[in-house]
């Protein structure tokens, strides 16, 4: 069996299974969850929130165990990313997988588990929920390019030419790099804003508490830097998606872009149903997984942009 066949298996569940953790993070702290077991890793000294003695602690169990849950979630992905990195060192003579960059995926994951602690045991601190959600969304990007990569070193059929019609490759890349550190930044400014609850700062759309240009203080300037932030990303998304659509030839770059586009008007549309409909939980939950899709799509444009013989 190729080694490609044994790992990607491996890092398409890691995929399923980071998205997973991503979103019920959003979920916990959007129903404020996120300190109904103040201690780490457990829950009051306890790994079940329903063996709590009754009484003996203020434990509200439906929230805790919404938190213990997001926990075993957050602790098999770092188990089977392990996995991952060991395969990579026990068939290092193959290179299947680049040995740094399967020991980097470790460090970050044990990095993200040390952010997932301080979030409980700093109660909260907007720079650590903020920097807790960027690392977890690193790790999800970093295991889709995995994926990618092990798929077109396995599969024929993946293995798409650069060949571009009437423009340079490398300027596309440069385009679409671009795109991703911009909605990189818009992720790190919803983060900052769903850290500072200023989401239902500006309750109106398109305007901000019925002006264009609202006055620039706290929640207000938070939520609005957030919406400036949004209108940057969506204008570099679409010129390298529409840049890929009319000079890229093969149908993996053309999907990639496809779905860049698709997931960003989703994203669009939840956000503004979002805020027009008073900011439900399930509403400003899915906002989180639209992100997460959204990036998804961009790190596959940007692989399909590389050579296929190239390993992660």
Known sequence: MPRAALIRPLAIAAVFLCLIVVVL??????????????????????????????????????????????????????????????????????????????????????????FGMLTVTRQLEPAIVTAH???????????????????????????????????????????????????????????????????????????????????????VAIHFAHRLGALFATVLLVLAATRVLQSRTDRFARRAAWAVLAALVLQLLIGISMVLRGFPLWLATAHNAGAAILLLSTVALIRSLRPAWKRA
């Open 25 to 114: 993070g959003a979920y916990v702290r959007l129903s404020a969850a996120g300190l109904s077991c103040p201690d780490w890793p457990g829950c009051y000294g306890h790994f079940a929130p329903s063996a709590v003695p009754t009484g003996t602690v203020p434990i509200e169990v439906d929230k805790a165990w919404k938190e213990m849950v997001h926990r075993y979630a957050a602790a098999t992905l770092g188990l089977i990313i392990i996995i991952i990195a060991a395969l990579a060192i026990q068939y290092r003579k193959e290179k299947v997988v680049s040995l740094g960059y399967a020991l980097g995926l470790l460090a970050l994951v044990i990095t993200q588990g040390i």
């Open 133 to 219: 959600l960027l690392f977890g969304l690193t790790t999800l990007s970093l295991l889709w390019w995995l994926v990618l990569t092990l798929g077109r070193q396995q599969f024929q059929a993946w293995r798409g030419s650069t060949a571009f019609l009437g423009s340079s490759l490398p300027r596309t890349r440069k385009f679409a790099w671009l795109a991703l550190a911009m909605l990189f930044v818009q992720l790190a400014l919803g983060g900052w804003t769903s850290s500072h609850y200023a989401a239902t700062a500006c309750p109106d759309f398109p305007t901000c508490q019925g002006h264009w240009w609202p006055p620039m203080q706290g929640p």
